[in-house]
């Protein structure tokens, strides 16, 4: 697979996934996987005319170039109508097959679920295997609005590390994983394959995050919260040990600062702290949630360092010296346990106690 616009389609095709047709996105996705190009922009072309789609500038840029390469007609595109990628697409998701009852349509409903169970037992045994994926999820698509057309269906998301010296191409992937489904039976299959670290693509991260997780490829990676403080006491809050180890080392200080600033950035928070080594300068700690799929923290941990030399957390600042490098970017399997470490129990202490 080496056409100079695959990338760029399967881009589009994952932005158009849920506005498209079912059948008109499987097909635009198998004939990509045969580095089919010209044909995959004529049918986006063709489906932007006769309804809206979330595409970009850029991505009517490329289709013009590959129709004009492909001896086609690029005044075409004048006649596609945009809408924003922010619009929700008009569906909802859910980890749960649908349960029938006596209804003749609801009958067909359940003998297509039943068809996408055991069809699924095949995707897995074709996926577990797949250099470069971290993850599998499945989820069951309906209507927003409880229209009964079109009827719910089970929808695929695999994520994958391009950076994995084996990994097969997004595109060519999601083609094979089609065509496993099709044997299978399943009619129109929707298999996402995302590529980690994609940006914004509402439709695939809605069924990430209330699908189910069908495989991931670290099963028992364990999360650990990086502790801040050395004591804290319900009534005098938290402090630092006499004795808290200083990094004094300026390069070492900014070494480590540089991985703690650039790992994934989690949660954003206008909350800012007392400084408790310093009283006088009121509340300037701030407090944003950063990871590295391993490891969380809070940029507490920088700032003390920084500004106080105050050695992080022995546990992670071993564990940074161990990866020797920038930090790894966590897939969405990762971030998900992340979250829930991070969402404790009602009767869980504070998470501001860093312990």
Known sequence: MNHLFTSELHGMLLRTAGWLSDDSL????????????????????????????????????????????????????????????????????????????????????????????????DLLAAATDEPGLRGLWSAVRSPVDDAPYPPPRVVYVAEIDEEHEEATAPAELAGRFQESLIAAGERDPQVEVVPLGSGDLRYQRAVQQNGKLLWAADNDSEIKVARIFDNVDPEKGPAFAPDRP????????????????????????????????????????????????????????????????????????????DVDGPPPLPDTVALGRVLKVLTPAADDEPAWTGS
């Open 246 to 321: 200083k990094i004094d080392d300026e390069e070492e200080r900014e070494r480590i600062c540089a991985y703690l600033e650039s790992a994934t950035l989690l949660l954003v928070t206008s909350a800012m702290l007392d400084d408790i080594v310093d009283p006088g300068r009121g509340p300037t700690v701030p407090t944003n949630f950063y990871t590295d799929g391993v490891w969380v923290w809070t940029d507490s941990v920088t700032y003390y360092l920084r500004e106080h030399h105050l050695a992080p957390d022995p546990e992670l600042l071993a564990y940074i010296d």
């Open 26 to 121: 499987t097909s635009a996705r198998g004939m990509l996987a045969e580095d089919r190009c010209g044909e995959v922009a004529r049918l986006l072309v063709f489906a932007g005319r006769r309804t809206t789609l979330p595409l970009t500038e850029d991505d009517l840029d490329v289709l013009s170039e590959l129709l004009a390469s492909e001896g086609g007609d690029p005044a075409s595109l004048a006649t596609m109508e945009l809408i924003s990628e922010d619009t929700p697409p008009p569906w909802r998701f859910s980890a749960d097959r649908v349960q029938p009852d006596d209804s003749e349509q609801d009958e067909d409903v359940s003998n297509a679920m039943l068809l996408s169970a055991l069809a699924e037992q």
